[in-house]
Antibody
Framework: EVQLLESGGGLVQIGGSLRLSCAAS????????MTWVRQAPGKGLEWVSA????????YYADSVKGRFTISRDNSKNTLYLQMNSLRADDTAVYFC???????????????WGKGTTVTVSS | QSALTQPASVSGSPGQSITISCTGT?????????VSWYQQYPGKAPKLMIY???KRPSGVSNRFSGSKSGNTASLTISGLRAEDEADYYC????????????FGTGTEVTVL
């Protein structure tokens, strides 16, 4: 069964940093675009960032551009999100998601992890 | 990178049909057929219900159907059941200057 498991969430102070990980299993990880999506408490889903299968191309929402860096290690089947200069409005559950088509580009997200919670507080 | 517009809430009685709209622009919903829909229960991860506007993944009930006209996509739930009570989000690929996904604002479905 295809699985995604996020980790690395926690409580961090405003201005601090955190690195999230997403361990993938049971599919050819390097072939698929991977995405981070977040959901603030009581709010809707927000696309955060995506990275092509090879890792050559990274895409960011305006709200995190310049502060967050997405990366992947295809030898470890793991996706990362390095979050710097964290703000209170970055508080959310962060989900990683796999794209559905093995071209390494955007189609739709067919498998999601359960999420990891990030709380940014003073 | 503006969110797609969905009604905040939609309700219906068991057995009825409801439709959730998702309005975007010619840069996202209107420019291609990469619109998907997700169901989310509180505290859970989203689940794919519809992809490429009209297609259903294996295991998703045929009571769920999707369509699109111009810049607006729609999700219809027929034969409404108590278990359909959840939040629903549309999502579209958005090309152009900055390639990205864009989600809808979300719709809370209530079964009366």
């Amino acid at each position: 069964e295809v699985q995604l498991l996020e980790s690395g969430g926690g409580l961090v102070q405003i201005g601090g940093s955190l690195r999230l990980s997403c361990a993938a299993s049971e599919f050819t990880f390097k072939n698929f675009l991977m995405t981070w999506v977040r959901q603030a408490p009581g709010k809707g889903l927000e696309w955060v960032s995506a990275i092509s299968g090879t890792g050559s191309y990274a895409y960011y929402a305006d709200s995190v551009k310049g502060r967050f860096t997405i990366s992947r290690d295809n030898s470890k089947n793991t996706l990362y999100l390095q979050m710097n200069s964290l703000r209170a409005d970055d508080t959310a559950v962060y989900f990683c998601a796999k794209d559905a088509v093995d071209t390494g580009y955007f189609y739709y997200m067919d498998v999601w992890g359960k999420g990891t919670t990030v709380t940014v507080s003073s | 990178q503006s969110a797609l517009t969905q009604p905040a809430s939609v309700s219906g009685s068991p057995g009825q049909s409801i439709t959730i709209s998702c309005t975007g622009t010619s840069s996202d919903v209107g420019s291609h057929d990469l619109v998907s829909w997700y169901q989310q229960y509180p505290g859970k991860a989203p689940k794919l219900m519809i992809y490429e506007v009209t297609k259903r993944p294996s295991g998703v009930s045929n009571r769920f159907s999707g369509s699109k006209s111009g810049n607006t996509a729609s999700l219809t739930i027929s034969g409404l059941r108590a278990e359909d009570e959840a939040d629903y989000y549309c999502c579209s690929y958005a090309g152009g200057y900055t390639v990205h996904y864009v989600f809808g604002t979300g719709t809370e479905v209530t079964v009366l």
